[in-house]
């Protein structure tokens, strides 16, 4: 059973390069409590039990950790065993989950929100988006001509992540542009607020 929260919960979504981080920064600026699912993906990577169950996965003997295991599983990626992918998502999902909902935080990061089928926990789903060229041009200036197909070619198409947001926040036309969808979607957010219930952590 998922804890009760006093406050509304929010997801942020969106493929690689498409702006979460620049949201979720927006949201911090606010005063919002925020968390990350990649954080919690590192923390939980760390446990031994979740070292043992993914050095299980890829049949390594001994177990394997840290820099190793993380270089075997991206290589598995790489050569698109989606089976494999799915079973590691399967492992490690369940500590995310528990450290994210510990965290209690307004707004929640959640690349693989609904690989996950995790939407249901939220109160509001937001995706962050931009245009393909957009997008390609960002991945070009963070990992040169190579090196991201794989990641993308993995990752839902936006339109499908779009058709479950109850608000699309689209980065293509600056940080200003951002920040006043940033905000307009605040204020829409605190009309659906329960009485008494303040916006921005104290």
Request: glycine share 8%; net charge negative; proline share 6%.
């Given at each position: 059973?998922?804890?009760?929260?006093?406050?509304?919960?929010?997801?942020?979504?969106?493929?690689?390069a498409?702006?979460k981080?620049t949201v979720?920064?927006?949201?911090?600026?606010?005063?919002?409590?925020?968390?990350?699912?990649?954080?919690?993906?590192r923390a939980?990577?760390?446990?031994?039990?979740?070292?043992?169950a993914l050095?299980?996965?890829?049949?390594?003997?001994?177990?394997?950790?840290?820099?190793e295991?993380s270089?075997?599983?991206?290589?598995a990626?790489?050569?698109?065993?989606d089976?494999?992918?799915?079973r590691?998502?399967?492992?490690?999902?369940?500590?995310?989950?528990?450290?994210?909902e510990?965290?209690?935080?307004?707004?929640?990061?959640?690349?693989?929100?609904?690989?996950?089928?995790?939407?249901g926990?939220?109160?509001?789903v937001?995706?962050?988006?931009?245009?393909?060229?957009e997008?390609?041009?960002?991945?070009?200036?963070?990992?040169?001509?190579g090196?991201?197909?794989?990641?993308?070619?993995a990752?839902?198409?936006?339109?499908?992540?779009e058709a479950?947001a109850?608000?699309?926040?689209?980065?293509?036309?600056?940080?200003?542009d951002?920040?006043?969808?940033?905000?307009?979607a605040?204020?829409?957010?605190?009309?659906?607020?329960?009485?008494?219930?303040?916006?921005?952590?104290e």
């Open positions: 059973m998922s804890p009760s929260f006093s406050h509304p919960r929010t997801a942020i979504t969106g493929g690689i498409e702006g981080s979720l920064r927006m949201l911090s600026e606010r005063g919002y409590r925020i968390a990350s699912a990649d954080e919690a993906a939980a990577f760390r446990e031994d039990e979740t070292n043992d050095s299980a996965l890829i049949r390594a003997e001994p177990p394997i950790t840290g820099a295991l270089a075997a599983l991206a290589q990626a790489e050569e698109g065993n089976a494999l992918r799915r590691v998502n399967a492992i490690m999902h369940p500590g995310v989950r528990v450290r994210m510990a965290e209690g935080a307004e707004f929640d990061e959640v690349p693989l929100l609904l690989e996950a089928c995790l939407q926990r939220y109160d509001e937001w995706v962050v988006c931009c245009s393909p060229e997008k390609l041009a960002r991945l070009r200036d963070r990992y040169g001509e090196g991201f197909a794989a990641i993308v070619e990752q839902l198409p936006g339109p499908v992540r479950f109850d608000r699309i926040i689209t980065t293509d036309g600056g940080l200003e951002t920040a006043r969808q940033v905000d307009a605040l204020a829409n957010r605190e009309k659906f607020m329960p009485s008494g219930v303040d916006g921005a952590a």
